[in-house]
């Protein structure tokens, strides 16, 4: 656990932090730089850089504010969470695991996103799925599973993956073939080595007599960076594929204002939840908070707050948004089945802190904390 800190020690309390962090925000949407100069000094010298949960909060909105000021944003801190390669991977892997199994936020996007395909291929033979990024396959173990478990056997699967590392997508395919082997699960795997950016629904082949489901993990976000225009090609070129659903997994955030300051309040809102999730589910391994915190949330604020143009790429939407959207390229609404409701309530209150919350709304599923909404799932077809 990170040590509390003595009052001589703590700085600013922070109440007193969050008000300079926006009057200095509302200077630099104003472009007042000389007096966000004079707000950032000041706030050097009250930030702990490993105090309490504000405290470090309030160091990453700093550093994020003040590069925005000298406009320094080429180094990899400020590219995003998939732009910067100056992270080891094996360190990304290693504070994933952990985040994985201390908090509940990707379990549930994993078992929901899974229970929406498996209900919709419930009685077929062949079945295609379509990952938009499947990353070192982590959702894919226990889909397998509850598809050899299936009365009258398992389907045949042809899983096509797309990824922009070579290394990423074999260490996923040696494990999922290896996997579906000692299931017996007839199992292919097609990889699409392309950045998700440059990815197009030509490059995947349709086999006649398959029913193809597509799953897209926190990935649409970055899209958005192409310009509505293209984006809703893009949906539309998916939904031109025929997928039997879709199931769209996305941080349930509103970081992606053209205005400056509405996106500044509303990061400050959604990652001051994120910290003091993680901070309470971690307590007891402060080395793993402080790499998670940095790399999973501060690669991001850092971008959505110092950037702008092409170099901004994390641009969370609220599920609101992006249920609009999905309409708008003529996609329907699935309901979320029961199951999948049950699976994700029991997941968060049985095994995590009870400030975990669900909620169900307009059609999809929402993980928070105390009710901010942080991750959402929903499904489409």
């Given at each position: ?48 850089q490993r105090g309490n949960t504000m405290q470090r909060l ?296 009870s400030g975990f919350t669900l909620n169900s709304e307009h ?19």
């Amino acid at each position: 656990m990170i040590p509390e800190q003595s009052p001589s020690s703590m700085g600013a309390t922070g109440l007193q932090l969050v008000h300079l962090l926006l009057a200095c925000a509302e200077a630099v949407a104003n472009e007042q730089v000389s007096l966000a100069h004079v707000i950032l000094v000041r706030l050097s010298s009250l930030v702990v850089q490993r105090g309490n949960t504000m405290q470090r909060l309030a160091a990453v909105f700093m550093d994020a504010l003040a590069a925005r000021v000298m406009k320094a944003t080429d180094s990899g801190p400020y590219r995003g969470l998939a732009g910067d390669i100056s992270v080891p991977v094996s360190d990304m892997l290693e504070a994933y695991s952990v985040l994985y199994e201390s908090t509940p936020l990707g379990k549930f996007a994993h078992l929901t996103c899974n229970q929406i395909l498996l209900d919709a291929v419930e009685r077929e033979n062949c079945i295609h799925v379509l990952d938009l990024d499947i990353w070192h396959g982590m959702q894919w173990p226990a889909f397998l599973q509850a598809l050899a478990l299936r009365p009258g056997g398992p389907p045949r699967v042809r899983m096509t993956a797309i990824g922009a590392s070579f290394n990423d997508l074999e260490v996923a395919r040696e494990k999922l073939e290896e996997y579906a082997t000692k299931l017996q699960v007839p199992f292919e795997f097609c990889p699409i080595v392309e950045r998700l950016v440059n990815f197009h629904v030509g490059m995947v082949q349709l086999h006649e007599g398959e029913v193809l489901v597509i799953n897209t993990f926190i990935q649409l976000h970055r899209l958005l960076i192409k310009g509505d225009e293209k984006f809703q090609q893009f949906l539309c070129d998916l939904r031109s594929l025929n997928p039997r659903v879709v199931a769209l997994a996305e941080n349930d955030g509103d970081h992606n204002s053209p205005v400056f300051l509405h996106r500044f309040v509303e990061c400050l809102r959604y990652y001051s939840a994120i910290f003091d999730a993680f901070d309470t589910s971690l307590q007891h391994n402060s080395l793993a908070l402080l790499k998670i915190e940095q790399i999973f949330s501060g690669q991001k604020i850092r971008n959505i707050i110092a950037c702008e143009g092409s170099a901004r790429v994390e641009r969370h939407e609220s599920m609101l948004n992006w249920s609009r959207r999905m309409e708008a390229a003529g996609f329907r609404g699935v309901q979320i089945s029961t199951c999948a409701f049950s699976q994700a309530h029991l997941l968060l209150s049985l095994y995590f802190h009870s400030g975990f919350t669900l909620n169900s709304e307009h059609g999809y599923l929402v993980a928070g904390w105390y009710n901010v909404g942080l991750m959402g799932v929903s499904a489409w077809c």
